[in-house]
DNA sequence: GGCAATGTTAGCCG
DNA sequence: TCGGCTAACATTGC
């Protein structure tokens, strides 16, 4: 699940949950998810601690502390970011517990273990040294037409690519190209500026609407790819059948009669 | 049992 | 150098 939408509601979740909180002290159940830090510095880094602003660039997540170091946060396959008072038992999987003042816990919660916590001392430089690009919703029209004008690569395959859009995974890029009507299988370089305009349009159009509905594919549209992912399932819009592709030893989905590529 | 599943990363190849 | 592919990571569910 963790794309961007799912990472914009887990940072709204964070801001409501921390507001005039402080971090009394850290508990890591399991030092898997644990990257560049170990339990102690994690827990001496963030006690004390009140986090006076969030940033999210893609899918990774940051607290910001007034004088740092910075919670950094990546939710992997699986990862989700849930509040319990200190009372309520903690669900399965939690791996590492923020204990707030006023007795409620912040929990990263990761049943496959693929994400990742840590501390930054600065943000940007941690985006720099993930080699992240813009995030998908900071790209203006004429950005992204560079971005695809200049690259060699398929248009799926430069979506999902980190270093040059931040924050799109398998699922979503399938959703926006669906609604954009574009060929995923296509030269990125070969998509029309019409082309161009609507894959913006769809980007912030799937992408609000998706953390609208608090990232669950229950809450969206009826319309959405998102329940048609299963080849021959039909297409939302009753065009034919969904297809399947490979795509980066993952299999993407799409609509053939509707999405035919060019701009 | 086999296979696929939203993530990143390293290594290989052309 | 770049793009694309594979495997690895860990776990679950069909």
Redesign the pocket.
Known sequence: ???LP?VEVYRRRLVDATRRRRVDGVTVHDT?VLRGVGRRRLDSALSGARFVRTRRR???LYAVTSHGPHLRL?????GDLVVRDDDEEVP??TRVALRLSGGRRLLFVD????G?VGVVDDVDDDIAA??LGPDALDLDPAALGELLHG????LK??L???S?V?G??????DEVLFHARLDPRS?AADVGNAGVRRLHRQLHRVLDRAVAAGADPRSMPRGWLIHR?TEDAECPRGNGPIR?F??????GYWCPACQDGRG
Not at 151 to 154: D, H, I, N
């Open positions: 699940m963790p794309e799912d898997q893609g899918k990774t990546h939710f992997g396959m699986t399965a999987h049943q496959r273990r693929f990742q993930h080699d690259s060699s690569a398929g395959a430069l999902v690519d980190q040059q931040a799109l995974g398998n699922i979503y890029t030269p992912r399947s490979p795509v980066g030893g993952r299999r």
